[in-house]
């Protein structure tokens, strides 16, 4: 079915960012649309000399009022999502011939801006973002049935994001069943994931490839693994030859999990979860006399607005200096921060302070950043999110 499309005119200079890659449109770089407009409308943007920029969606309840799917003039139909679903599966595919576990959609990278799809086997979890999404998620979901024919389909739709956009929060079952955790296999490994109520869509799939650079680290080491959520990095290590591993995370519903994912594994006999809060878990390791060859430090985003960046900063320092105390002399700090908002520079500088603070020297063995297959788009900074720096403790 076609849509008609309304024209939004931006103001002289609004399409910099744009012609540079950028695929948003900020409500206050808009000087008109020539009609009345509904959340999720298709719309043609055109720049002050009425030159096409690009299609979109829009939603005039939101700070972003438009995100760009091309950049050019089309009209968004169920055919345009099937191409643009199948040129996005087809990059998994030939990334990870025949993985049946990994990130299938990544909204803006796979031009399909506030649609996250990820697979867990014959599992599906969605996630729906923004207001033109949700206009078509219907077809998107029938696409998904078509094109991937997966026995389980979940609507993850209680993202904070949906908040900015005026969407409701749910979750739902649109196909098959959520009743129990699924069981992946990735890389050797088996783990259960909570699809319905687990963090994110349930696994972090975007430290696989991070996960994978840390066996030759924790082999024959005493690891520590903070935020251990369901414990992937720690069976990981384990499986690699860990000596131990010691987890530690606040949920523990998620450390129900990861225990059974370590029986899973058959490392379970030199694994240990505590719960607690992972500042004073820390801290109090740190009071003790045991230290660690490999620390993991893996926590949530710190950062929920640009607002919270600097006490962000304050807590990635707090918790970057407390794991350096109980690092062993020559071994490693995998640290990580999953925020957009902390760019790679700031917390470059905020390793430098807590390592000062924690009088400990430290060389860079390597930065590192998402899986890839939840690709960076060149000119849109907000797809890189995640940075993972692998340290040497000295």
């Known amino acids: ?114 649609l996250i799809v990820d697979r867990y086997g014959d599992t599906l979890a969605v996630q729906s973002l923004t207001a033109g999404i949700e206009r078509r998620l219907e077809d998107v979901i029938s ?22 956009e005026g969407l409701p929060i749910e979750k739902r079952v649109v196909l098959g069943s959520a009743d129990a955790p699924v069981e992946i296999e990735q890389d050797g490994l088996k783990f259960l994931v909570d699809v319905f109520d687990g963090q994110k869509t349930g696994f972090f799939l975007d430290q696989r490839e991070n996960r994978l650079r840390t066996r030759e680290l924790a082999r024959g080491k005493h690891v520590l693994d903070c935020c251990c959520y369901t414990g992937a990095w720690s069976v990981t290590a384990a499986v690699a030859g ?21 029986a899973l594994n058959g490392v379970a006999d030199k694994m240990q979860f505590v719960d607690g809060d ?11 006399t045991k230290k660690f060859g490999l620390v993991i430090l893996d926590p949530p985003a710190l950062a929920k607005g640009r607002k919270k960046i600097r006490e962000a900063l304050k807590g990635y320092r707090a918790l970057n200096r407390l794991a350096m105390n109980v690092t062993a002399p020559g071994g490693h700090l995998v640290t990580c921060t999953c925020s957009h908002l902390i760019e790679q520079e700031a917390f470059m500088n905020m390793l430098v302070a807590a390592a000062r603070e924690a009088d400990r020297h430290a060389r860079i063995i390597e930065v590192r950043g998402q899986s890839r297959d939840h690709p960076v788009i060149l000119g849109h900074p907000e797809t890189r999110y995640l940075t993972c720096v692998v340290l040497e403790l000295l």
């Open 1 to 114: 079915m076609k849509e008609p499309a309304l024209t939004v005119y931006l103001k002289k200079g609004g399409e910099k960012r744009l012609r540079s890659g950028h695929l948003w449109v900020f409500s206050n770089e808009i000087e008109s649309v020539d009609g009345a407009v509904t959340a999720g409308d298709s719309v043609i943007v055109v720049d002050a000399a009425k030159r096409v920029i690009g299609t979109g969606y829009i939603n005039p309840n939101s700070l972003i009022s438009v995100r760009l799917l091309a950049r050019r003039r089309l009209e968004l139909s169920r055919n345009f999502l099937g191409r643009r679903i199948r040129h996005a599966l087809e990059y998994r595919e030939k990334l990870n011939p025949g993985e049946t576990v990994g990130r299938l959609i990544y909204g803006e990278s796979d031009m399909l801006p506030g």
């Open 143 to 164: 696409l998904l049935d078509e094109l991937v024919a997966p026995k389980n389909i979940v609507l993850r739709n209680d993202s904070r994001m949906r908040h900015f």
């Open 242 to 262: 860990a000596a131990s591993v010691s987890g530690i995370d606040s949920s523990k519903p998620a450390l129900r999990l990861a225990e059974q994912n370590a």
């Open 278 to 288: 992972m500042f004073k878990r820390l801290a109090a390791v740190g009071r003790g």
